[in-house]
């Protein structure tokens, strides 16, 4: 019962920093602390021209993605370390005082 109660905390924790490392690259991804600012640019240049661009259309989607699988990889260890019930049911054994 204790290895049992060890293996299912150390799936706990494998879960945890895969969760963890799985939401840290999500959240990373769609991050830019330049994006919109202004920066230097020539005199008479378009307003499109002195700022910095948006970030692109698949990083959000794949910022979702990246979490949805951390998340499936998470579950799938805590998952593994599950009881099962048995395969069959035993049946209860016939009794020995010979009487039907």
Known sequence: MVRFAALR???AVVAVVI???AYA??????WD?????????????SFYDCHYPARPAWVVPSAVGIALVGLFAASTVLAAT???????????????SGSR
């Open 9 to 11: 905390l150390a799936a």
């Open 19 to 21: 969760l963890g490392a």
């Open 25 to 30: 690259g999500a959240a990373s991804l769609p």
């Open 33 to 45: 602390p330049l994006q919109g600012l202004a920066h230097s640019c020539p005199y008479g240049s």
């Open 82 to 96: 599950r009881r099962r019930p048995p395969a069959f049911l035993l049946e209860k054994p016939p009794s020995a």
